[in-house]
């Protein structure tokens, strides 16, 4: 038991980023949906087995929570927990400017990809899982996580330079 | 794509993704929670059982109710006017299948969203 909670801790940074990503940027259910996932470790309902490495299951199990808290919270409301939000608060200065814009590009671009897409993104670019974790993780195949993230990487870096084209094309026309 | 392309891409993504900066919740706090709220280990299972029985108990006892008092089973037949054809074997296999499952529920999820905005009420 005491082990389970070391493991967790040293990975709960990370685990509430996963259920911030699953929850569509919800802190609160994000707070729910980890809370269900460690007590789901804790009474036994979800025990590792050694199939995959632990964050892979951790992740999954976080992802099952995140998903079934949306499915409830459908009947009651219709919520759209997969938008991506706002870029936070606009920068002050050329640089922070600079660097505001292009996150916004990023996150403008990110919202475009399915939501397969962006979890294969998160895993792999972000919590730096190989394809065959985030494929343990999203419950699908090896191959159909390798499409997705081939989908993903190439829907993105399109997405990128239209909005370059745009933003090119908007400044020296005005 | 080239792995500089990857290289580039990955860094991008991570400056641009969103929910950054966002501060985790204690780990004491939470863990703290998720103790008080599960049963100890072990208790979980034992709890998983005594449903799992329940859910039988409740089984035998609906079938009696289904069953008439002289012990014969009510005939609820249906003649259809015309025969049904079998479902496709590829069907079968796919519905018995439980990625494809979890993606006809992905497919049905991103249906429902599209087709109701987020702040429609039910």
């Given at each position: 038991?005491?082990?389970?909670?070391?493991?967790?801790?040293?990975?709960?940074?990370?685990?509430?980023?996963?259920?911030?990503?699953?929850t569509?940027?919800?802190?609160?259910?994000?707070?729910?949906?980890?809370?269900?996932?460690?007590?789901?470790?804790?009474?036994?309902?979800?025990?590792?087995?050694?199939?995959?490495?632990?964050?892979?299951?951790?992740?999954?199990?976080?992802?099952?929570?995140a998903r079934s808290l949306r499915r409830?919270k459908k009947?009651?409301?219709?919520?759209?927990l997969?938008?991506?939000?706002?870029?936070?608060?606009?920068?002050?200065?050329?640089?922070?400017?600079?660097?505001?814009?292009?996150?916004?590009?990023?996150?403008?671009?990110?919202?475009?990809?399915?939501?397969?897409?962006?979890?294969?993104?998160?895993?792999?670019?972000?919590?730096?899982?190989?394809?065959?974790?985030?494929?343990?993780?999203?419950?699908?195949?090896?191959?159909?996580?390798?499409?997705?993230?081939?989908?993903?990487?190439?829907?993105?870096?399109?997405?990128?330079?239209?909005?370059?084209?745009?933003?090119?094309?908007?400044?020296?026309?005005? | 794509?080239?792995?500089?392309?990857?290289?580039?891409?990955?860094?991008?993504?991570?400056?641009?993704?969103?929910?950054?900066?966002?501060?985790?919740?204690?780990?004491?706090?939470?863990?703290?929670?998720?103790?008080?709220?599960?049963?100890?280990?072990?208790?979980?299972?034992?709890?998983?059982?005594?449903?799992?029985?329940?859910?039988?108990?409740?089984?035998?006892?609906?079938?009696?109710?289904?069953?008439?008092?002289?012990?014969?089973?009510?005939?609820?037949?249906?003649?259809?006017?015309?025969?049904?054809?079998?479902?496709?074997?590829?069907?079968?296999?796919?519905?018995?299948?439980?990625?494809?499952?979890?993606?006809?529920?992905?497919?049905?999820?991103?249906?429902?969203?599209?087709?109701?905005?987020?702040?429609?009420?039910?």
């Amino acid at each position: 038991m005491v082990e389970l909670e070391d493991k967790l801790q040293r990975l709960h940074a990370a685990n509430f980023q996963w259920a911030l990503h699953c929850t569509g940027g919800r802190r609160e259910d994000a707070e729910d949906a980890l809370q269900q996932a460690y007590e789901a470790l804790l009474d036994g309902s979800a025990s590792f087995e050694g199939r995959s490495n632990f964050k892979s299951f951790l992740f999954g199990v976080i992802r099952n929570k995140a998903r079934s808290l949306r499915r409830r919270k459908k009947w009651g409301r219709l919520v759209g927990l997969d938008r991506i939000d706002p870029p936070a608060v606009a920068p002050t200065g050329s640089d922070e400017l600079e660097r505001g814009e292009r996150q916004a590009a990023v996150r403008q671009a990110i919202a475009h990809l399915s939501p397969r897409q962006r979890d294969v993104l998160e895993l792999v670019f972000y919590h730096e899982l190989t394809v065959e974790e985030a494929a343990v993780v999203m419950g699908v195949r090896l191959g159909t996580a390798r499409t997705h993230y081939k989908r993903a990487k190439s829907a993105l870096q399109k997405q990128l330079m239209d909005g370059e084209l745009q933003w090119q094309e908007t400044t020296i026309g005005s | 794509m080239a792995r500089d392309d990857d290289r580039l891409l990955k860094e991008l993504y991570n400056q641009g993704r969103p929910h950054q900066g966002e501060e985790p919740p204690e780990f004491s706090s939470v863990i703290d929670e998720a103790r008080s709220a599960s049963p100890q280990t072990g208790s979980g299972r034992y709890t998983m059982w005594l449903a799992a029985a329940a859910a039988v108990i409740l089984a035998v006892a609906a079938t009696s109710i289904l069953i008439s008092p002289d012990g014969d089973t009510p005939d609820r037949s249906v003649e259809l006017a015309e025969p049904v054809e079998p479902l496709p074997a590829a069907t079968t296999v796919a519905l018995n299948n439980g990625e494809q499952w979890e993606e006809l529920l992905e497919f049905a999820d991103q249906v429902w969203e599209q087709e109701y905005p987020s702040d429609f009420l039910l």
